[in-house]
């Protein structure tokens, strides 16, 4: 399961924004697309670049944030045109919002920002002003109640399906390798190469500790865990009561002893059952999503400009 990652169409759930409101068209913008009787601009693909790299930046480096607006590019018109179907159908049941909800989310935007100012600034950069926001906030929480009379009420996992699931996939249940770590900072070298060789004599840890004005941390850790590479290879090529060598990182001084290593072992089908009916939930969502919005494109017109 680790290795089948489902995605749900861009827009819908993973991303909190996603659809851009219905743009007027100005005289500049190039229409790229007609869907029923809305168009889709360049402009259109423009803003939800920016909107989308707004809502990045405050997650990822900068580095990171074009990495992943650069993997959006390819097939975003696609997904510009099933948003786009979606408000309509939306809008064609006269689904209502609550304004609250839509002020809601921009005051938990706002909190991501250390000042108001800081947040006028960054949709200043992405050449988004406030109503941008709100629209497409707006537009997003049509689509997902759209989405979920449609699709979401009409699926369910039942308990017999979590069941084969894991009986067909038992391989995958099983807990990584942990390791209980006693690692130790401190500010000079001298002192930290007497500690680990105290602690390998066999002097207690809380001891050493408050001799050599040392910051002891417990921690428990496996493969996946986000370690730096310098100590994950440390770590992991020790035994148990084995203390390291001192290494230096960044401008403090560690010395790492393995307290404890837990084997893996089987998880048990009512330790993971959540995750699975999650995980089956959606996949169905997915597969059903798709063919809702086959549907809909077989019954609209979609107009692709070729220049």
Do not use: H
């Not at 219905?22 to 889709?40: G, P, S």
């Not at 900068?62 to 939306?90: F, H, P, V, W, Y």
């Not at 250390?114 to 406030?130: A, E, I, M, S, Y």
């Not at 059952?273 to 959606?282: D, K």
């Amino acid at each position: 399961m680790k290795n089948y990652r489902i995605c749900v169409l861009l827009g819908i759930y993973l991303m909190v924004f996603g659809t851009l409101s219905l743009n007027f068209c100005f005289a500049q913008d190039k229409i790229i697309a007609v869907v029923n009787n809305d168009i889709i601009t360049q402009k259109d693909l423009a803003d939800f670049l920016n909107f989308m790299r707004l809502q990045f930046s405050r997650q990822y480096s900068q580095e990171e944030t074009e990495e992943k607006i650069g993997s959006m590019k390819a097939d975003l018109l696609d997904k510009l045109i099933e948003d786009r179907l979606i408000l309509q159908e939306a809008k064609k049941e006269g689904i209502k919002l609550d304004e609250a909800r839509v002020k809601g989310r921009i005051n938990d935007i706002r909190k991501r920002y250390p000042t108001d100012g800081d947040f006028q600034n960054d949709l200043l950069r992405q050449g988004l002003v406030l109503a941008d926001v709100e629209n497409r906030i707006r537009e997003q929480l049509l689509m997902v109640s759209e989405v979920d009379k449609n699709v979401r009420q009409n699926i369910s996992i039942s308990p017999e399906e979590v069941t084969r699931f894991y009986n067909q996939n038992t391989q995958e249940f099983v807990s990584p390798e942990k390791r209980i770590i006693q690692a130790v900072t401190l500010d000079n070298e001298d002192s930290a190469k007497a500690f680990a060789s105290s602690l390998r004599e066999g002097g207690k840890i809380a001891d050493l500790a408050s001799r050599y004005q040392a910051s002891v941390n417990k921690i428990e850790v496996n493969k996946a865990t986000e370690l730096k590479k310098e100590i994950a290879e440390i770590v992991f090529n020790l035994k148990i009561g084995d203390v390291s060598e001192v290494q230096k990182i960044d401008d403090k001084y560690y010395v790492f002893m393995v307290e404890n290593i837990v084997p893996p072992a089987q998880l048990t089908l009512a330790q993971v059952q959540e995750n699975i009916s999650q995980y089956l939930m959606e996949k169905k969502m997915q597969e059903t999503l798709t063919k809702w919005l086959d549907e809909l494109k077989k019954k609209s017109y979609i107009k692709i400009s070729q220049d």
